[in-house]
C-alpha cells in the first residue's frame, strides 16, 4: 500500500494555535459527530492567519529545548511536556491542517524537531541534520501522516488504553440481555479457560468473533440519577467453531443444538450465561490532545473495575458523551471539592465554604452517546465518582 505524504502550507505548515481552533471552528463544531465537516474559505484562511504566528514564548516550559530527535517510545504528550508548560495544548505548538484537527501531522521517530523563536513567538518544525553538527539542521516542509501501524508515534502511551478500547464498552440500552449466551460448557464444566469449549444460543449475525460480557449495571448520572447507559464487566473473547441447528430427537420431537465457540482470551474466568458481543473494529488512528471547543461541566460516574478511588493512569467513567460535545482526544480538567470550614477570626464562628481547586488532567479515548471514557493523566489526590471535570 502507497504511503501518502499531504502537503504542508510552505510558510512552515499551519501551526494551530488554540484561537484558530476556536475562531475557525466554532461555526461547525456543533456538527462534531459528524465525520467530514463543511469548512468554509473564510474560516480556513482565518485559521492559517492566527495559526502561523505560532505561541507566546511565555507558554514554552522553562527547560524548552531547542530540538529533540523524536524516539521509539515518544508521545505528543511527552513531547509537549518538552517544549510546553501545559502538554495538551500540543496543537498549538505544531501544525496541523485545519482539515485535520483531530487527525493531525503525525511525528515519527528519528525526526528532529526543531523550536524556532521569532518576535516574541515560538513555532515548532521539522527539521534534518545536514552535518555531524546538531545545531545545523535544514527545515523541510512535509511531514507524513500515517496510521499508527505505519509507524507514527502516538498522543499518550497505547499500553495504558489499548486494553480497553474494546473491554471498556457502554451500551445504550441494557441490549445484553437479547444478546447470544453461553447455555453449556464442555464437559458441564462451572467455568472456562482459554482453548475451552462454550456452546451458545442467539442471533450470532454473522460475525465470527465476539467478546463476553457479564453482569451489566446501569451507569446512572451522579446529580441526576438518570441512567446514562449500561456498563458490562468484560469478560474476554471467543471464536465461531460451527452452527446451531435445528434437528428431531430420537423421540422424533425437535431439539436445539447449540452454536460451538472456543474461549480465545480471558479476563475472567467464562461461564454459563455470560453474553456475547461481535468485536468491533479496533480504532488506533492518532488524535491529538486538544481543549473542548465549548465550555463542559460534568461529574465523573464510575471508576472502571473495583477500586474505591482512582490515581494516574486510570480509567473513569463521565457523564457527558458524543451529544454533549465530548470527543476522542479532549483534555479535561479535574477538580477536587472546597470542604465546609469555620471563620473563627472574627469571634463567631461562621460556617464557609471553600473554593474547588484543580488537581490534575483527564485524556477522553473513547465517547458513546451519553458517556465518555477517560485516562487519568495526572492527578494530586484520589479521584472519586461525583468529582467534578471542566475544560482545561
Known sequence: MSRSRPKMNTRWGALAARAAVVAAASAVLPALAAPNYPVTPDQRATAHQVAQAGVPLAELAPDAPQTHTVRPGDTLWDISKLFLK????????????????RNPHLIY??????????????MLQVGQSLTADPQTV????????????????ASIPLHLIGPFLNEAVVFDSNELELAP???????????LSRGETAYVLGDLGGAREFRLFREAQPLRDPETREILGYEARYVGTAEYVRPGEERFGADGKPVTVPATFVVSTIRLEVGVGDRLSPVPQRELTAYAPHAPAAPIDGRI??????????????????????RDGLERGHVLALWRAGRADF???????????????????LFVFSAFERVSYALIINVKDPVHPGDRFTAP
Not at 86 to 101: A, F, H, T, V
Not at 143 to 152: C, F, I, P, Q, T
Open 86 to 101: 501545559s502538554p495538551w495544548r500540543w496543537p498549538e505548538l505544531w501544525g496541523m491542517n485545519l482539515e485535520q484537527i
Open 109 to 122: 521517530p528519528g525526526q528532529l524537531l526543531v523550536l524556532v523563536k521569532r518576535d516574541g513567538r515560538a
Open 138 to 153: 535544514r527545515l523541510s516542509p512535509r511531514v507524513r501522516a500515517e496510521l499508527l501501524e505505519n509507524g507514527a508515534i
Open 181 to 191: 449466551r453461553i447455555v453449556a460448557t464442555q464437559e458441564g464444566r462451572v467455568l
Open 301 to 322: 460516574v464510575s471508576l472502571y473495575g473495583d477500586a474505591l478511588s482512582a490515581g494516574q493512569n486510570q480509567i473513569v467513567a463521565l457523564n457527558k458523551g458524543r
Open 343 to 361: 471563620d473563627t477570626t472574627s469571634g463567631k464562628k461562621k460556617p464557609i465554604q471553600l473554593p474547588d481547586e484543580r488537581h490534575g488532567l
